[in-house]
């Protein structure tokens, strides 16, 4: 008995597919390598500060912070533990590979909201970079600007 095949089934089936397996190869290409989550420490060395009111040139904050998100993927979450300040951060990896962390002042949502901002670049085991704090003090413009290191500590 002979069957009669629809050809614009099949060709809609084996065009489907191809766009299935174009759109898989474009996530695998969009996801990043360097960084997964886990457990960091996130130091900071002060490097300047405009309007003097800020820890004093080469004061070093070292902080816990836990980075939660899927491995590759290019956003995630970093919590500061032991900072009230500036507790959470969104981190983005962008497609030079850099890693790039900010965040808003705990408790704060107006434009004008104390701010963090870093970008890091991988080093061997770390990351390192630099990066700024900007807020107002007295009706200025402040920036407290900072080296920045990000080191995983939970790989066995």
């Excluded at 909201?113 to 009706?139: K, L, Q």
Aim: charged content about 20%; glycine content about 8%; some cysteine.
């Amino acid at each position: 008995m002979l069957r009669f095949v629809n050809h614009k089934s099949i060709l809609a089936a084996v065009a489907s597919t191809l766009v299935l397996c174009m759109l898989g190869g474009a996530r695998a290409q969009d996801e990043q390598t360097i960084l997964g989550p886990g457990m960091y420490v996130f130091q900071t060395r002060t490097r300047s500060a405009t309007c003097g009111d800020d820890e004093r040139t080469g004061y070093v904050s070292t902080f816990v912070a836990p980075i939660h998100g899927v491995p590759g993927s290019r956003t995630m979450r970093m919590q500061l533990l032991n900072s009230p300040y500036f507790a959470t951060w969104t981190i983005t990896v962008n497609a030079e590979m850099q890693v790039i962390g900010d965040s808003t002042q705990t408790g704060q949502s107006s434009p004008n909201a104390p701010t963090n901002h870093f970008e890091v670049s991988r080093r061997r085991d770390r990351f390192v970079g630099t990066g700024v704090r900007r807020y107002r003090s007295g009706g200025r413009e402040c920036e407290v600007h900072f080296d920045a290191l990000l080191r995983q500590i939970d790989l066995l």
